[in-house]
């Protein structure tokens, strides 16, 4: 089992930056692809950032490209979302999600269901 626990939200006006922490537990977090993901209210669940389990792949949804950036830190078993540039549009609960399936993403690295575990979420405003 693992537990992920999401920090770092908070409010913040238009332009500013956010950096999120998703801290992991289990001596096994550094083998796992972590998603990051955002709810804003009435909407689904969307994916927003993705790393292997080394760091050096990662990939975007195109409304955070040039924006976000993650980063994962596993002597921490710590998993980071830097977000910059941030827009009333980016207000949303944020989640953090391990695969422990793979240590590298598929081609499903979008998609809910290929995440095991979840963290409880923490919550970004952005105001205009």
């Known amino acids: 089992q693992v537990q992920l626990v999401e920090s770092g939200g908070g409010l913040v006006q238009t332009g500013g930056s956010l950096r999120l922490s998703c801290a992991g537990s289990?001596?096994?977090?550094?083998?796992?692809?972590m998603g990051w993901f955002r709810q804003a209210p009435g909407k689904e669940r969307e994916f927003v950032a993705v790393?292997?389990?080394?760091?050096?792949?990662?990939y975007y949804a195109d409304s955070g490209k040039g924006r976000f950036t993650i980063s994962r830190d596993n002597g921490k078993n710590t998993v980071y979302l830097q977000m910059n540039s941030l827009k009333p549009e980016d207000s949303a609960v944020y989640y953090c999600a391990a695969d422990r399936q793979r240590s590298s993403y598929s081609h499903n690295y979008y998609k809910i269901g290929e995440y095991d575990f979840w963290g409880q979420g923490t919550q970004v405003t952005v105001s205009s």
């Open positions: 289990g001596r096994t977090f550094n083998r796992y692809t």
């Open positions: 790393i292997n389990w080394s760091g050096d792949s990662t």
